[in-house]
């Protein structure tokens, strides 16, 4: 098994559910932590997906996976709150999901061309040493053209099935991967 140099994952709608925006009106900053998800001011649930808590849990504890670049690579209409929810979660053993990540990529609707090269820059390694997972084909298509493992989620966010193929198969550079 090939180990990546760095791994990016979206985060609406591949890591957690809602996506931001989906908040408008009542909700929003502040989050607050219930049991394993996170409530916004609105009483508005926003839960983790797929198995993401197992894999962002494996990055982070696994020695396979030390000197792998995590990052979060996700074009956000609300940029603070996703900050905000990745430092509520906890992902097991009293770590919340914030302490994964080495960068935080996040920005309001900008390319995804544009976080991977920034990824890539922080983790001195090229697209090539990147799997990248995202829920939405669009971002998806934009991103293997730069020779990313590229990995399409579907609606079930991070599952641990979807991880162990991308693992197998990468690299897969200028290739989306799907279950």
Not at 31 to 46: A, L, Y
Not at 97 to 112: L, N, P, R
Not at 133 to 161: I, L, P, R, Y
């Amino acid at each position: 098994m090939s180990i990546p140099r760095a791994v990016a994952f979206d985060l609406d709608g591949c890591l957690w559910d809602p996506e931001m925006y989906e908040l408008w009106g009542s909700g929003g900053s502040p989050f607050t932590k219930k049991g394993e998800d996170v409530v916004d001011k609105g009483g508005n649930t926003v839960r983790l997906m797929g198995d993401a808590r197992y894999v962002l849990t494996l990055l982070k504890t696994d020695d396979t996976f030390k000197n792998t670049h995590v990052a979060t690579a996700s074009s956000c209409d609300e940029p603070r709150w996703a900050k905000e929810c990745l430092e509520k979660f906890e992902i097991g053993n009293g770590r919340v999901m914030g302490s994964v990540f080495h960068s935080h990529e996040i920005y309001k609707a900008t390319s995804k061309q544009l976080h991977l090269n920034k990824i890539c820059s922080d983790a001195k390694c090229k697209p090539e040493e990147v799997i990248f997972f995202d829920n939405q084909m669009n971002n998806c298509n934009a991103v293997v053209k730069m020779g990313v493992t590229t990995v399409f989620t579907g609606t079930s966010g991070v599952t641990k099935e979807i991880w162990a193929m991308a693992l197998k198969e990468f690299p897969a550079p200028g290739r989306i991967l799907k279950l």
